[in-house]
């Protein structure tokens, strides 16, 4: 089982870039579940992030600052110890925590670039649909540009952390994730949902780690590496200001 790569690390915190395909959370083989197990057998354990991270830093104690997506990869915070875990959860609740992403759709989106928003409502299968409402918003802002001939790539800043947020308001401007089924993108050998960029203001001073988007055959075509590489830091980037209600917490 390959490491899982560690993006910077102190006594306090751990941010990592996960890989695709690992849960959060310890999980039982649906194969064993579906054949009801074999007399005398044991049902084959899943390890999640966190427990592979234990094991993998021969530590006791850690504990996740926010959540990814099984199939998303990218910068993933943990905390060694409960005192930094309140901190760093507090900031994200506050909407302190400045995340962006990376995501690749073949599909054309109904705009190049703006701001998405709206409540989220669960439906049947696990999906999430936008409402045009905006009692609790999920807000997610966008730039997107060519990536290859007929992919186009984007950088994402959610302003919030809702379930499949991004996913989700890319769907409702028209361009599904490529590798996303779920919500009707194109099948791929991946996800192309990447948590590029993250900066804490911690109380012992500001973080900022950035992750490798490295990983499928997608990313690593020609065409798709000279946009990726083009790229420039996220927050430089003309993020329009929000209404004054939906602004951090001070």
């Known amino acids: 089982m390959q490491p899982i790569p560690v993006l910077f690390e102190n006594t306090d915190l751990i941010i990592v870039n996960k890989p695709i395909g690992i849960a959060m959370h310890d999980a039982i083989s649906e194969a064993d579940v579906r054949e009801d197990i074999a007399e005398n057998g044991e049902p084959e354990k899943i390890d999640g992030i966190v427990t592979r991270l234990k094991k993998q830093l021969a530590v006791t104690e850690l504990h996740l600052c926010h959540r990814l997506d099984t199939g998303t990869s990218g910068c993933l915070c943990l905390a060694k110890n409960a005192a930094v875990a309140g901190e760093i959860g507090e900031l994200f609740s506050s909407r302190r925590v400045s995340k962006y992403y990376l995501a690749l759709s073949d599909h054309k989106p109904k705009k190049k670039q703006g701001t998405i928003m709206g409540d989220m409502k669960n439906r049947r ?28 790539g984007f950088i994402v800043k959610p302003h919030s952390g809702k379930t499949h947020q991004i996913r989700v308001a890319l769907k409702s401007i028209g361009a599904p994730i490529l590798g996303d089924t779920l919500y009707g993108g194109e099948t791929s050998d991946r996800l192309y949902l990447h948590a590029w960029h993250l900066r804490l203001p911690l109380s012992s001073g500001e973080l900022s780690v950035t992750a490798p988007f490295d990983t499928g055959e997608v990313i690593n075509e020609a065409d798709v590496q000279t946009w990726y ?22």
Request: with cysteine; hydrophobic share 35%; glycine share 8%.
């Open 229 to 250: 590489n083009g790229l420039n830091a996220p927050e430089t980037y003309p993020w329009p200001s929000l209404p004054a209600r939906f602004l951090p917490a001070c």
């Open 125 to 152: 299968g696990g999906q999430r649909i936008l409402l045009k409402t905006s009692e609790n918003p999920a807000i997610t802002q966008f730039f997107s540009s060519a990536a290859k001939p007929g992919t186009r």
